[in-house]
């Protein structure tokens, strides 16, 4: 923008009288300085270029002065050619010449004809008159691009020996008589179109400096407009009745005051839009965490179909393995750290709440001492985390990944009230869940309960935050330290379980959250450590495998050919409808991923279901339980396996449907 229409700018649009009255003043301080500081840069750098060249000029016509004295003395223009070149060499020189002391010329060199010399067998250099009168200290004389240096050559050195300048204060010259003249001249036409280059340079800088200083009077301008405008803009606002905002008070003057003022009067209004912000910031986390759930399920997918090929492989491994091979352990190991990455994808997709429930038999105690390790690492070094847990079997019908997030949350929360260390208690027993708890559930209470407490040292629920704990987005911690969650999520995972919590709290004496869970028969438990099912697993029949991941597609081949099943491959739904077109009559069961290229895997059952009904079908996917059902896969409706299942987990699935 030029000054003309910022001028025009603040005329017509954000400043009144008074502040374009500043902004003029300022334009006119700042254009005034500007002009006579560049005018001074400029003369100072050329005064400061033109003392280098004369510096220059100067110091080399002194050095041909001096390397030449030789052949002044002897009149020779061949002791004079080294000098002489040596000094062409140099930047700007277009001359160099050697003058007895009768102004005749011995020797010299010009950069546009080349060599010259005094003895006739080359053409001569035009003979230049002596100044008058003949200098007898360094003279220059400047000319149309160009400036000529002379300097008397001496019989001797001006100066003493070294010696002599070491050890006299006052050096003299010892003979000091003239016996010709060095003549240098050098080009001065490049300081002349650097100087308009410095000019053109100052200028823009100048221009520059100009548009930015103008730019931040506009600004000074401005703000001494903005406030008055604002308190303007929002009276009229405040008159017809619309929302308002409060004024930032930056001044402490009369305009501050006013403003403050204003703020307190509009207070009053801005109550009624808590609530509405209230929503606005709950609809915020839970896009944040819709697009965190969405990452999450991501994740796990591609760790399921890892997972599934290194839980699978290592089955093989470890089933041809005898019990007492030194191996066993070491692929213990792996097996153990690789149910450990499955309970973290489960983890993950809980998070997500889009998890596909996986409810069984699980003993509560066996539950917290799996987790013991990572609830070690999740706590910091001054909290001690202490188990009790009950002697009784504790046996209940939940999904274990999810207990374990409940587990989890519980001991951030508590960790978290113990800024300053402290102790955490997990203990587990059985008991019976309040009678209102009771009265107030949905479903028929259970026979049994066992109950799981987690106890904190920390600081303690206040009654009125109690009664908000378990709300969404309710959370006590700074902006950005918490998302308020995490104990919705227990309260909704136990809920889920037909379970009960409950929170027992007073400031400074701790947290205790209790939760109660249906107990389960133990015989519904499986056995711990169970070798190979008695079941048979193995078969004949001939299955269409569809996967589009290598790793797992391999997987299956390896495991339904070790146990007698013929294998048909396909990596997509297209190559599935082609491979069964060509095999319809030899394939029993249909191995079918869900999510594919090109086709995915319901739509490639249903154009296959056109060729053969009754077809058998088993989808498997490590996709989430949403995407799933986008896919058109009713887990209720359809033989459905989630990623990753063991090879004896996915054996005994094949048998049951291919027997039914």
């Keep these: 923008m030029n000054t003309t229409g910022l001028i025009t700018t603040l005329r017509t649009k954000t400043m009144g009288s008074f502040a374009r009255k500043i902004f003029l003043a300022q334009a006119f301080s700042i254009l005034i300085l500007s002009l006579v500081f560049t005018g001074y840069f400029i003369h100072r750098e050329r005064r400061g270029m033109t003392e280098i060249l004369l510096g220059k000029g100067t110091l080399l016509a002194q050095q041909l002065a001096d390397t030449g004295r030789i052949g002044v003395f002897a009149e020779s223009p061949e002791l004079l050619a080294e000098p002489l070149r040596a000094l062409m060499d140099q930047k700007d020189v277009l001359q160099a010449r050697v003058f007895n002391l009768e102004g005749t010329l011995i020797s010299g060199l010009n950069a546009f004809q080349g060599a010259k010399k005094g003895d006739g067998t080359t053409e001569i250099l035009p003979e230049s008159t002596l100044p008058s009168p003949r200098p007898q200290k360094p003279l220059t004389i400047s000319k149309t691009g160009i400036s000529e240096f002379w300097v008397p050559i001496q019989s001797a050195p001006l100066f003493s020996p070294e010696e002599e300048l070491i050890y006299t204060d006052n050096p003299e010259p010892k003979d000091d008589r003239i016996i010709g003249y060095a003549v240098v001249t050098l080009d001065t036409s490049r300081l002349d179109t650097t100087y308009r280059g410095l000019i053109w340079k100052s200028i823009s800088l100048c221009l520059a ?15 001494i407009s903005r406030p008055l405008n604002s308190l303007k803009e929002r009276v009229n606002a405040l008159g017809k009745g619309k929302e308002v905002e409060s004024i930032p008070v930056e001044t402490n003057d009369e305009i501050g005051e006013l403003s403050a003022a204003f703020n307190t009067m509009a207070e009053s209004l801005r109550v009624r839009d808590k609530e509405k912000e209230h929503l606005e910031a709950m609809l915020r986390q839970a896009q944040k965490m819709e697009a965190i759930g969405q990452l999450a399920g991501g994740v796990a997918h591609d760790f399921n179909n890892i997972l599934c090929a290194i839980i699978g492989f290592g089955t093989l491994l470890e089933m041809g393995m005898e019990k007492t091979d030194p191996a066993r352990r070491h692929l213990d190991q792996i097996l153990s750290a690789a149910d450990r990455a ?8 809980t998070f997500s709440r889009k998890q596909i429930l996986n409810p069984h038999p699980v003993s509560l105690n066996t539950l917290v001492h799996r987790i013991e390790k990572m609830l070690n690492r999740l706590l910091t070094e001054d909290i001690e985390l202490r188990l009790s847990l009950s ?40 008991a019976d869940p309040p009678e209102e708890f009771l009265a107030a559930s949905a479903a028929l209470p259970a026979t049994r309960y066992a109950l799981l407490t987690v106890t904190d040292s920390g600081s303690g629920i206040e009654a009125e935050t109690r009664e908000k704990i378990f709300e969404p987005f309710f959370t006590t911690k700074e902006v950005g330290k918490g998302t308020g969650l995490g104990l919705s999520m227990v309260y909704g995972i136990v809920k889920q379980h037909n379970g009960h919590i409950l929170v027992n709290s007073e400031p400074g004496k701790g ?31 001939t299955l269409l495998v569809v996967e589009d991941n290598p790793e797992v597609l ?10 007698g099943y013929g294998i048909i491959e396909a990596v997509n739904g297209e190559d599935a409808i082609e491979q069964f077109n060509r095999h319809q009559q030899q394939i029993d069961l249909i191995i079918m991923d869900v999510v594919m290229p090109k086709m995915n895997g319901k739509q490639a059952y249903l154009e296959i279901a056109k060729i053969r009904p009754e077809v058998k079908v088993l989808f498997m996917s490590g996709y989430t339980a949403d995407i799933v059902l986008e896919k058109g896969i009713s887990i209720d409706d ?7 299942a063991t090879p004896m987990e996915m054996l005994r699935r094949i048998r049951d449907i291919l027997d039914s």
């Design 209 to 223: 400096f100009l548009a930015v200083a103008l730019w931040f009077a506009y600004r000074i301008a401005h703000g």
């Design 342 to 349: 499955t309970s973290l994808t489960q983890g993950l997709l």
């Design 391 to 430: 002697g009784q079997d504790l046996n209940v019908l939940a999904d274990s990944g999810q207990l374990d997030q409940v587990l989890l949350n519980l001991a951030t929360n508590a960790r978290d009230a113990m800024p300053d260390g402290g102790l955490l208690t997990i203990t587990t027993g059985e």
């Design 511 to 541: 947290t205790s959250f209790l939760v109660y869970l249906p107990m389960t028969p133990k015989d519904n438990l499986p056995p711990e450590n169970a070798d190979l099912p008695s079941l048979p697993v193995a078969g004949t029949e």
């Design 554 to 563: 391999n997987l299956h081949r390896t495991v339904l050919e070790t146990f």
């Design 638 to 644: 359809f033989n459905f396996m989630h990623k990753p």
